[in-house]
């Protein structure tokens, strides 16, 4: 946070479970930008929840690369239709 006000805050652990390839992507655009997966997370939900876009033109074409890169074919239209490989299988199947 360049020349900006610091705020303290307290981080804790988390498990969240994500999807794979786009945990992947997540995860290298982290390391391109010289961050913790952390750090770029609430950086992404911070913009979010302001209604911003969190990354400029530059940092949305490094995101199509690794997309293509990981496999990662989802968009935003995939939002709360992903269903858990395995999911609905009875013992029987």
Same mark, same amino acid.
């Given at each position: 946070?360049?020349?900006?006000?610091? @705020?303290?805050?307290? +981080?804790?652990?988390?498990?969240?479970?994500?999807? =794979?390839?786009? !945990?992947?992507?997540?995860?290298? /655009?982290?390391?391109? @930008? %010289? /961050?913790? !997966?952390?750090? !770029?997370?609430?950086?992404?939900?911070? @913009?979010?929840? %302001?209604? =911003?876009?969190?990354?400029?033109?530059?940092?949305?074409?490094?995101? +199509?690369?690794? =997309? =293509?890169?990981? #496999?990662?074919?989802?968009?935003? +239209?995939?939002?709360? +239709?992903?269903?858990?490989?395995?999911? #609905?299988?009875?013992?029987?199947?």
């Amino acid at each position: 946070m360049a020349g900006g006000r610091k @705020h303290i805050v307290e +981080r804790v652990q988390t498990g969240v479970r994500m999807e =794979k390839r786009l !945990l992947k992507v997540l995860r290298a /655009l982290a390391d391109y @930008h %010289d /961050l913790t !997966l952390g750090d !770029l997370l609430e950086g992404i939900v911070l @913009h979010a929840f %302001d209604g =911003k876009c969190a990354f400029g033109p530059a940092s949305r074409g490094r995101i +199509r690369e690794l =997309k =293509k890169i990981y #496999g990662l074919d989802l968009d935003s +239209r995939a939002s709360h +239709r992903l269903v858990e490989a395995g999911a #609905g299988k009875t013992a029987d199947e």
